[in-house]
C-alpha cells in the first residue's frame, strides 16, 4: 500500500473516531448517557475484537523467550483477566499460569507512552519494549522510540494516569490492576 493511501486511511479513522466523540458528548449532554456497545470500546485488556482474543493471539511468555514473539494456538490457550489468551506450547501457558502478571503486557497492553501523555490508546503487539524485565506495548513506531529515547522511561507518569483512567475502562466493577495485573 503507498504512503499515501496509509496517510488517507489515518486522516479517515481519525475523522470517525472524532465524530464518535461528538456523538458521545451528545447523548451524555441530553441526558441519555454513552450507548452500552459505545462504552465498550476500550476495554481493560486488549484484544481481538472479533475473536475476544488478548494481544492478538501472541504468547506472552515468548516475548521473554525467543528473538520474536510467537503467535499462540487456541489449543494452547488460558483465561485470566476474563479474556483467552493463547500459548505456542503447554509449557509456556504453564508458565503463564503461575504468574501471569510478570508475562502479561503491562497497562493490558494499552500504549505506555499513551498513557503517559494522559489518553489510552491499545498497543500493538508487535510494537513492544522490554524494560525493566516488564512487557510494554506501543500504538506506533513513534511512541516506542518515544519511550526507549528518554532517559528515565516515563512509566511512573503512565502508572499514574492509567491509575486515573482504569475506572473509565471498569464502570466500577473491578480494579483494571487486579484485572491485568499491572507493575506495582
Known amino acids: 500500500m503507498s504512503a499515501i493511501m496509509r496517510q488517507k486511511r489515518k486522516q479517515n479513522l481519525t475523522i470517525l473516531r472524532r465524530l464518535l466523540l461528538v456523538v458521545a458528548i451528545c447523548c451524555v449532554a441530553l441526558g441519555g448517557g454513552l450507548p ?5 470500546l476500550v476495554t481493560a485488556i486488549v484484544s481481538d475484537p472479533l475473536t475476544g482474543v488478548a494481544i492478538e493471539g501472541y504468547d506472552p511468555v515468548s516475548y521473554f523467550t525467543e528473538p520474536r514473539p510467537l503467535l499462540g494456538a487456541p489449543d494452547h490457550a488460558y483465561v485470566w483477566g476474563g479474556v483467552p489468551w493463547y500459548f505456542a506450547s503447554a509449557a509456556n501457558r504453564d508458565v503463564f499460569m503461575r504468574n501471569p502478571e510478570i508475562y ?77 495485573g499491572t507493575s506495582r
Open 104 to 180: 502479561a503486557p503491562q497497562f493490558g497492553g494499552h500504549c505506555a507512552t499513551s498513557l503517559g501523555r494522559g489518553f489510552v490508546s491499545d498497543g500493538r503487539p508487535m510494537l513492544y519494549a522490554i524494560s525493566g524485565a516488564k512487557l510494554y506495548f506501543f500504538y506506533s513506531v513513534a511512541n516506542r522510540e518515544a519511550f526507549l529515547d528518554a532517559d528515565v522511561p516515563p512509566v511512573a507518569v503512565a502508572k499514574a494516569n492509567w491509575t486515573k483512567l482504569e475506572r473509565q475502562l471498569t464502570r466500577g466493577n473491578q480494579s483494571v490492576a487486579d484485572a491485568v
Open 36 to 40: 452500552a456497545r459505545a462504552a465498550s
